[in-house]
């Protein structure tokens, strides 16, 4: 279980995140939020990467900061702007990095053999990295994150840089880890895990606005979406005081999804059912207004 209590983070005179508290348990959960959230910072928090102004992080019975080297023996953490040593080959920043959590060298070997294959990047193990796209070293960055078979596997941004198939497999793969696990992502791409997912927390302006179930979150927005069809002419007029959630233009008529509490004062409007990005707009909406 990984358990946050009143977790603050403040940078001079301004606070990023503010007093959060959850509890985290095996599975796969998802860390969404506008940029700016707080998302990064929360994640590098629980890496041990920086400390909280306030609050404690523990996994399992592990304290940080005062079990930092118990703790993160048991996670894997992938960074937002995860660096790499160009020359060096995929499997030698494994090794090195296989070194650095302290797998011994009898093991290190296999255990880099296996997070490359899991990665699929077995087959450029031998090219320097400075020649990998960025989708190829973001594998690299999966790669090592699975080194120790952790307890806590932290991603931040995970499926950046990679192409729909890439994508579809590794959310597969990180809903097949979250069985043993607790798996955390950040991500703005929240559609493709909307199935796989345990639950969902949504960051803004220092606070959490939301965590549980997706199903749950989607919910929170119903009877609060309104679809409407509105000429180019209507849609210049009234765009400035909507919160829209979603547009598609067609031959000069503009279909739009409307987040109000109120029905929206316009010709052929009607109440649909909210999606997670209905969703999402309207729990951001409710803290922008607080």
């Given at each position: 279980m990984l358990e946050l209590s009143s977790i603050t983070k403040c940078f001079k005179k301004s606070c990023v995140i503010n007093?959060?508290?959850?509890?985290?348990?095996?599975?796969?959960?998802?860390?969404t939020g506008p940029n700016g959230a707080g998302k990064t910072t929360l994640l590098r928090i629980l890496a041990g990467v920086i400390a909280p102004t306030t609050g404690q992080v523990s996994l399992n019975g592990?304290?940080?900061?005062?079990?930092?080297v118990r703790f993160k023996a048991h996670m894997g953490y992938l960074p937002?702007?995860?660096?790499?040593?160009?020359?060096?080959?995929?499997?030698?920043?494994?090794?090195y990095f296989a070194e650095l959590k302290g797998i011994p060298a009898a093991v290190a070997s296999a255990k880099v053999?296996?997070?490359?294959?899991?990665?699929?990047i077995s087959s450029f193990h031998n090219k320097t990295l400075r020649d990998w796209t960025k989708g190829m070293r973001q594998k690299v960055g999966i790669a090592q994150g699975l080194l120790n078979d952790p307890d806590l596997l932290l991603m931040d941004e995970p499926l950046s840089g990679l192409d729909p198939e890439e994508r579809f497999y590794f959310c597969n793969l990180f809903s097949q880890l979250s069985s043993e696990r607790i798996v955390?992502?950040?991500?703005?791409?929240?559609?493709?895990?909307?199935?796989?997912?345990?639950?969902?927390?949504?960051l803004h302006k220092e606070k959490l606005r939301f965590k549980g179930p997706i199903s749950v979150m989607i919910d929170t927005a119903r009877s609060f979406v309104w679809r409407a069809i509105l000429s180019?002419?209507?849609?210049?007029?009234?765009?400035?005081?909507?919160?829209?959630?979603?547009l598609r233009?067609?031959?000069?008529?503009?279909?739009?999804?409307?987040?109000?509490?109120?029905?929206?004062?316009l010709t052929g409007v009607c109440s649909v059912e909210p999606t997670l990005e209905d969703?999402?707009?309207y729990l951001v909406s409710q803290g922008d207004s607080k």
């Open positions: 007093d959060i508290s959850l509890s985290l348990p095996k599975g796969l959960h998802l860390l592990m304290f940080l900061p005062n079990d930092s937002q702007n995860f660096g790499i040593y160009p020359e060096m080959t995929a499997q030698k920043f494994l090794k053999e296996e997070v490359m294959d899991i990665a699929q955390l992502l950040s991500t703005h791409i929240v559609s493709e895990l909307t199935a796989l997912a345990d639950s969902i927390m949504l180019e002419g209507e849609w210049n007029d009234k765009k400035n005081e909507l919160i829209v959630s979603s233009a067609d031959k000069g008529l503009y279909e739009i999804r409307i987040i109000s509490d109120v029905r929206p004062e969703a999402y707009i």
